[in-house]
């Protein structure tokens, strides 16, 4: 059965405090592997597309990598706006995205 | 700006009420999806299109209906609410595979429906 674990469920971080996020994944064909944000009451925005292991992207302080069976989500010196829940997801087949509950991250200023 | 919308954010409404809930996209994507989420859960999907006359039910069975008459647009109807159907409703839409790499979907800013 198709799926996908995220941990921690939550971290608080202080300013300045690098850290990673991790998403375990078993999705058979896997078609994408994807980065979510999602702050309190609004959809998940979309963050990183990974296809391929080895694959990496990177955007601001967000850092995303792919192995054949886990991918992290690096935070750099991660401020507080940064505080949000992080959702993967991973794509089987042509419609069906199959989403884990998500690391909900805070930091402190 | 292309983007999705839906509408309306936060509906309360009492039990046995007809619902719509709006959800367009001017990103011309053929595929749209709706999901449920529910605090401190995974995304579960209800619904989805492949285009114009095309709707599916979703993993998570749910009493709602959807049509798709035109491309940008997906809504989703419950005919007589009840208090099990308070949760959040998000609209989804994505790129046909065969014509792009781009696979992710792109959400709406959801609906937060609430039934007393």
């Known amino acids: 059965e198709d799926q996908v674990t995220q941990s921690p469920e939550a971290l608080r971080l202080q300013e300045g405090e690098s850290s990673s996020l991790n998403c375990s994944y078993t999705?058979?064909?896997?078609?994408?592997l994807f980065w979510y944000r999602q702050d309190p009451g609004k959809g998940p925005e979309f963050l990183f597309t990974l296809y391929s292991a080895g694959e990496e992207k990177e955007k601001e302080r967000l850092k995303a990598t792919l192995t054949k069976k886990e991918s992290f989500l690096h935070i750099t010196a991660p401020k507080p706006e940064d505080s949000a829940t992080y959702l993967c997801?991973?794509?089987?087949?042509?419609?069906?995205?199959?989403f884990g509950t998500g690391t909900r991250l805070k930091v402190l200023a | 700006e292309a983007d999705i919308y839906q509408t309306p954010r936060y509906l309360v409404i009492g039990t046995g009420k007809k619902i719509t809930l709006e959800c367009s996209q001017t990103m011309g994507h053929d595929k749209m999806y709706w999901y449920q989420q529910d605090p401190g859960m995974e995304l579960h999907l209800i619904h989805y299109?492949?285009?114009?006359?095309?709707?599916e039910k979703g993993d998570l069975s749910s009493e709602s209906t959807v049509s798709r008459i035109r491309t940008e647009h997906f809504p989703l109807t419950l005919e007589s609410a009840r208090p099990s159907h308070t949760s959040q409703y998000l609209c989804?839409?994505?790129?046909?595979?065969?014509?792009?790499?781009?696979?992710?979907?792109?959400f709406g800013q959801g609906t937060r429906l609430t039934v007393v």
């Open positions: 299109s492949y285009g114009v006359n095309s709707t």
């Open positions: 999705v058979s064909g896997l078609r994408g």
């Open positions: 997801a991973g794509k089987s087949g042509t419609y069906k995205y199959i």
């Open positions: 989804a839409s994505s790129e046909w595979e065969g014509t792009t790499m781009n696979t992710e979907a792109f």
